[in-house]
């Protein structure tokens, strides 16, 4: 079975500063996916990016970068020149391809996320 | 396109009734996704649509839970004699056919917030 593991119930940062959210995760599968998401107050969740498991490159969406290390089984999302809107809750997720069973996303249970000026 | 919508955003109900939630995915995708989401807990999957075909449930999904999705459109979800542990986000996503690699990104709507008296 696939499982998420978000050992930081709540980082506190200063603007313009990076910031590391953790990330581990336990599969016996060779393919997957890992993704993070953004929830803030409003409930909404908002896809940050992306990483495959065959990717040799570390993904980055912008001010977002995903530290994949395999070996070790993390996927840390960090943050650069954190912003006052970043406060929110941040989410890891994995999912299997889409030809094996298990087409759902599999949620860690989250970091809150605090920006202060 | 104006992203996945969800209908209504809360609700409120009384333990015994009936509660019924729409999801109206982005037009162009297949694939639908429930999940349920408690206070500090990430969303966890209820169940998979693709097209209208509901391809897979969790163990979470009882007996007094119902979803549909006629014609492959929007899709509802019923939660029959309602209890105070339903009490919680009711997320929807859609996703593609193909995304990312080989793992489609799925977009969620702004959630159904659901409280039992």
């Known amino acids: 079975a696939q499982k998420i593991t978000q050992t930081q119930p709540g980082m506190f940062v200063q603007e313009k500063e990076a910031v590391t959210l953790d990330c581990t995760y336990d599969?016996?599968?060779?393919?997957?996916?890992l993704f993070w998401y953004k929830q803030p107050s409003s409930g909404e969740m908002i896809f940050l990016i992306y990483q495959g498991s065959y990717d040799e490159q570390n993904a980055t969406e912008g001010r977002y970068s995903l530290n994949f290390q395999k070996a070790r089984k993390s996927a840390n999302l960090v943050i650069s020149a954190s912003q006052l809107g970043d406060s929110a809750m941040y989410f890891c997720a994995m999912r299997l391809p889409d030809n094996q069973a298990g087409t759902a996303l599999i949620f860690g249970k989250g970091t809150t996320l605090s920006v202060s000026s | 396109d104006t992203g996945v919508s969800q209908d209504p955003r809360h609700k409120i109900t009384k333990r015994g009734q009936n509660v019924t939630f729409r999801c109206d995915p982005i037009?162009?995708?297949?694939?639908l996704y429930w999940y349920r989401q408690t206070l500090g807990q990430g969303p966890e999957f209820l169940t998979y649509f693709q097209n209208e075909a509901q391809l897979e449930k969790s163990r979470l999904l009882s007996d007094r839970f119902s979803a549909e999705r006629p014609k492959g459109s929007f899709s509802t979800l019923e939660i029959q004699r309602t209890e105070q542990g339903d009490s919680a986000m009711y997320l929807c996503?859609?996703?593609?056919?193909?995304?990312?690699?080989?793992?489609?990104?799925?977009?969620f709507g702004p959630g159904t917030r659901l409280t039992v008296l």
């Open positions: 037009s162009e995708h297949n694939r």
């Open positions: 996503a859609s996703s593609p056919r193909q995304g990312k690699g080989i793992y489609n990104e799925q977009f």
């Open positions: 599969t016996s599968d060779q393919s997957y996916g």
